[in-house]
């Protein structure tokens, strides 16, 4: 397994002189992989939620560490068996709890007593952490001149007050994805986007594995400072052998900006085809390039991208992606080509009037409007798909070259 992440400042932060409220991490092993993506509140009550990412990404790297490491002897094993083993692919949320058949039932009900563990576990420390960070951080300049005073006022009375908490000062979501080489997990508190790439007899298929919250809708999101987090916490796994090529994450200011269907899926596959043609290296570097830029040019959000990936297919998977958009291509053009046709005939049937009323007039220039556009589409398609033909023929060698030197 390899990672890469980044994470950077919004366009919209440089302006106003916010500090980057994102926060991403990612490591692999043989042993653990894992990846994690924080994304602090932008809101002035939040003034320290840059802190409260970085302490939740530190955080969620022990307790999942520690997580691994010790669930074989955990009082969630049984008969020596790994917690995981055998588990097709379950989904929870608060809104749809998990289900599985019978045979499974009573492994699944230890599997969410162990994550409800871990995800207390996670919340725990972190409010441990981001008091014992305020307690020792008083007021900053920065804070002084940017923050409304009643939320320096309720900071500075909290300092004082044995009992207060500091949840909504450093509010932020968390998203973070898991692996061993026994089973893999991924969970989910807040906004933002988790892409999962599978590939399948040869096919690539993306999907988004953690079931989506309905409560995250325009600018608000469930968050690890809510007072019902823990419950508020969805996830998914998977232990029957069969696992991701890759799993990519990304804050929400990567889904406003490509939105989260085609165009956020094929950023994505534009990154994955980047690792396997020049490395994890240069694709770190200008993944670290690229998103200041999209910030820019899309939502003005800070921006974080995490992936996990295996680095042992890179090729046969490329040419799978490849594949898989020349067929998106492909069914944009039979699309293209039936407006075409469409408005063809609408505008032989128009011009064919003797007398056109002045609104048929106006109808007949938009549709000859519409006509170009299409054609000029019909003509970017066609050779996008010959560049992506020709993409899969020498990738096609490529592969056939390294068997010939395996």
């Known amino acids: 397994m390899q990672s890469i992440y980044h994470f950077c400042q919004g366009e919209s932060h440089k302006a106003t002189d916010k500090p980057c409220q994102d926060c991403a991490y990612g490591e692999a092993s043989a042993h653990l992989s894992m990846a994690i993506v924080c994304d602090g509140h932008g809101g002035e009550r939040y003034f320290r939620s840059q802190e409260g990412a970085r302490i939740a990404v530190d955080v969620i790297h022990a307790a999942v560490s520690q997580f691994v490491a010790a669930l074989p002897q955990s009082i969630y094993c049984r008969d020596g068996e790994s917690l995981f083993n055998g588990m097709p692919f379950t989904q929870h949320s608060e809104a749809e709890p998990y289900s599985t058949d019978s045979i499974h039932e009573n492994q699944a009900k230890r599997i969410h007593e162990a994550l409800i563990a871990l995800f207390a576990s996670i919340i725990s420390?972190?409010?441990?952490?981001i008091t014992e960070h305020a307690l020792a951080n008083g007021l900053t300049a920065w804070e002084e001149e940017h923050v409304e005073k009643r939320y320096l006022d309720e900071f500075i009375a909290a300092r004082a007050n044995d009992s207060a908490t500091f949840e909504k000062t450093y509010g932020c979501t968390l998203m973070v994805y898991v692996q061993t080489p026994d089973f893999w997990l991924a969970f989910h508190l807040g906004d933002g986007?988790?892409?999962?790439?599978?590939?399948?007899?040869?096919?690539?298929?993306?999907?988004?594995?953690i079931p989506w919250d309905e409560k995250?809708?325009?600018?608000?999101?469930?968050?690890?400072?809510?007072?019902h987090a823990?419950?508020?916490v969805r996830y998914c796994y998977q232990g029957d052998g069969r696992f991701p090529e890759a799993v990519f994450l990304g804050s929400d200011g990567m889904d406003d900006s490509y939105g989260d269907g085609e165009n956020l899926t094929n950023f994505y596959i534009q990154l994955y085809k980047l690792i396997a043609?020049?490395?994890?290296?240069?694709?770190?570097?200008?993944?670290?390039?690229?998103?200041?830029?999209?910030?820019?040019?899309?939502?003005?959000?800070d921006m974080s991208v995490a992936c996990v990936y295996d680095e042992n297919r890179l090729t046969e998977n490329t040419i799978a992606l490849v594949e898989y958009q020349i067929n998106e291509?492909?069914?944009?053009?039979?699309?293209?080509?039936?407006k075409v046709v469409t408005l063809t005939n609408a505008i032989l049937g128009l011009k064919g009037s003797d007398n056109l009323s002045e609104s048929q007039q106006i109808d007949l220039q938009y549709k000859e409007k519409d006509l170009t556009k299409a054609q000029e589409l019909a003509n970017k398609l066609w050779s996008r798909k010959l560049h992506l033909c020709k993409e899969v023929k020498k990738l096609d060698n490529t592969l056939k070259i390294n068997r010939v030197w395996s």
């Open 329 to 338: 291509v492909q069914e944009k053009q039979w699309n293209t080509a039936a």
């Open 230 to 232: 823990l419950e508020e």
């Open 277 to 301: 043609k020049s490395g994890r290296e240069q694709a770190e570097k200008e993944l670290a390039e690229s998103l200041p830029i999209i910030s820019q040019r899309g939502s003005k959000d």
């Open 216 to 227: 995250c809708f325009l600018n608000k999101t469930t968050s690890i400072c809510d007072s």
């Open 193 to 209: 986007k988790m892409v999962r790439l599978c590939v399948e007899d040869g096919n690539a298929v993306f999907d988004q594995p």
């Open 125 to 129: 420390q972190w409010n441990m952490r």
